[in-house]
């Protein structure tokens, strides 16, 4: 009679409640239910398209960023131009009148000349990361989006050559018809830099709308990416320690299956 000793399935049992258990682990470890392609490759597939939205929206996020803070810039020259430009006009005003000798309207021009190459100096030099801000036209694209096309333009403002078609640089206060005429040309270079400020306000207000936007967005997308590739701690843990258990009740039976296995050949053997 044949006799067959034969362990194969409690040892295989016991491989897959092993293999099992150091999944969970891993997973318990990384806080990942997918690790590997082998773990869901489609999942994996879809968790990385997400995780580079993500990653995209974070710097389009600082992109915008960045676009405010050019538009914070530019408006604050733009403001401390409207503080020297009131001034200006409030020295064309005092030396437009009649009642003041030569050298009271001198010393008003004096400062007056001072203000302009102050203004002349903000104009010329305002800039955000080396790049002039109030001096020539320029379009600075910003990247808002993940994808391509997402973008918003800001035009800044040629200052130096809308106050030059004004007849900025040509104004004096030497005589009070000459203060007449500069009271003038100030006031249209002010309604200019309203203009100005006015649309680069609306342009900062809307990347703030634009950064809102992507920020939601970037919750929901992880939100969603959490669901396909986060793990269940909870359940496992319960895999775990009901994979460990299994395989400690396979290492038990192995060891009494070998124990019958050498009886069998003792036996044999006498």
Same mark, same amino acid.
């Given at each position: 009679?044949?006799?067959? /000793?034969?362990?194969?399935? !409690? ?25 590997? *392609? ?8 879809i968790s990385n398209r997400f995780s !580079?939205?993500? $990653? ?13 803070? /050019? ?9 401390? =131009? ?24 001198? *010393? ?7 203000? +302009? ?34 973008? =918003?333009? =800001? ?10 078609? $004004? ?9 009070? !018809? *000459? ?6 040309? /100030? ?7 309203? *203009? ?43 895999? +775990?320690t009901r994979n460990d258990i299994l $395989?400690?009740?396979? =290492? ?19």
């Amino acid at each position: 009679m044949a006799i067959t /000793l034969n362990n194969d399935v !409690s040892s295989t049992a016991g491989n897959r409640a092993q293999q099992a258990s150091a999944t969970s682990a891993q997973r318990i470890g990384s806080g990942l239910r997918i690790n590997s *392609a082998a773990d869901d490759a489609a999942g994996l597939t879809i968790s990385n398209r997400f995780s !580079s939205q993500i $990653l995209g929206t974070q710097q389009a996020v600082r992109n915008a960023n960045d676009g405010v803070s /050019l538009i914070q810039t530019a408006d604050g020259s733009l403001g401390s =131009i409207t503080d020297n430009m009131q001034r200006f006009r409030e020295l064309a005003i005092q030396a437009g009148n009649g009642t003041l000798n030569d050298r009271d309207r001198a *010393a008003l021009n004096a400062e007056a000349v001072q203000l +302009k190459e102050e203004i002349n100096r903000i104009i010329n030099s305002t800039s955000f990361n080396q790049v002039r801000l109030l001096n020539q036209d320029s379009s600075i694209d910003l990247q808002v989006g993940a994808n391509s096309g997402e973008t =918003i333009a =800001i035009d800044t403002p040629n200052l130096r050559q809308q106050f030059d078609d $004004l007849g900025f640089n040509d104004i004096n206060l030497s005589s009070a !018809s *000459a203060a007449q005429s500069a009271i003038g040309v /100030l006031d249209q270079s002010q309604d200019v830099i309203n *203009a100005d400020a006015s649309r680069l306000g609306a342009i900062a207000n809307r990347l703030d709308n634009t950064i809102a936007q992507l920020q939601t967005s970037n919750v929901n997308a992880a939100a969603y990416r959490s669901q396909i590739q986060d793990a269940d701690i909870a359940r496992e843990v319960t895999e +775990k320690t009901r994979n460990d258990i299994l $395989l400690e009740a396979g =290492i038990a039976l192995q060891q009494q299956a070998n124990l019958r296995s050498e009886l069998v050949l003792r036996l044999l053997s006498t």
